[in-house]
Nanobody
Framework: VQLQASGGGLVQTGGSLRLSCAAS????????MGWFRQHPGKERDFVAG????????VYSDSVKGRFTISRDNAKNTVFLQMNSLKPEDTAIYYC?????????????????????WGQGTQVTVSS
C-alpha cells in the first residue's frame, strides 16, 4: 500500500490541526494503521494507532486526551485530529500501515511492525 500524508501546517499553541493519510491499493480495512512523529535529531516515536475495523485505538501518553485517530475505510483514509496543540508537538508526522495482526496494544508502538510509510507532513506549533 502507498500512503500520502497531508494536513500539516503552522498553528498557535492551543490550536487544532487534522492530518489525513490517504492509502492506495485494495483491502484498506485489513491494515492496522499508525501515526508516528519525529522531532529534529530524535527517533521516530509512536503517536496513535487504530485497527483495521476502527474498533480499537491506542495512544501515547503524551497525546492521550488531545489527539484522536479515526479512519474512513470507504475512502481509504486515516485521520489524526490534534487539539490543544503544544510547542512540543512540533515534529514531522508520518502515517504507517501493516497487515500484521497485533496481539497486544504495545505492538502498535513498534516501528518495525509497520511495512509501509508515508512521506511525512510537518506540524509546527508556535508559542
Amino acid at each position: 500500500v502507498q500512503l500520502q500524508a497531508s494536513g500539516g501546517g503552522l498553528v498557535q499553541t492551543g490550536g487544532s490541526l487534522r492530518l489525513s493519510c490517504a492509502a492506495s491499493g485494495r483491502s484498506f480495512s485489513s491494515y492496522n494503521m499508525g501515526w508516528f512523529r519525529q522531532h529534529p535529531g530524535k527517533e521516530r516515536d509512536f503517536v496513535a494507532g487504530i485497527t483495521g475495523s476502527g474498533a480499537s485505538t491506542v495512544y501515547s501518553d503524551s497525546v492521550k486526551g488531545r489527539f484522536t485517530i479515526s479512519r474512513d475505510n470507504a475512502k481509504n483514509t486515516v485521520f489524526l485530529q490534534m487539539n490543544s496543540l503544544k510547542p512540543e508537538d512540533t515534529a514531522i508526522y508520518y502515517c504507517a500501515a501493516t497487515l500484521t495482526r497485533f496481539g497486544r496494544s504495545h505492538d502498535f508502538t513498534r516501528r518495525a511492525m509497520y511495512d509501509s510509510w508515508g512521506q511525512g507532513t510537518q506540524v509546527t506549533v508556535s508559542s
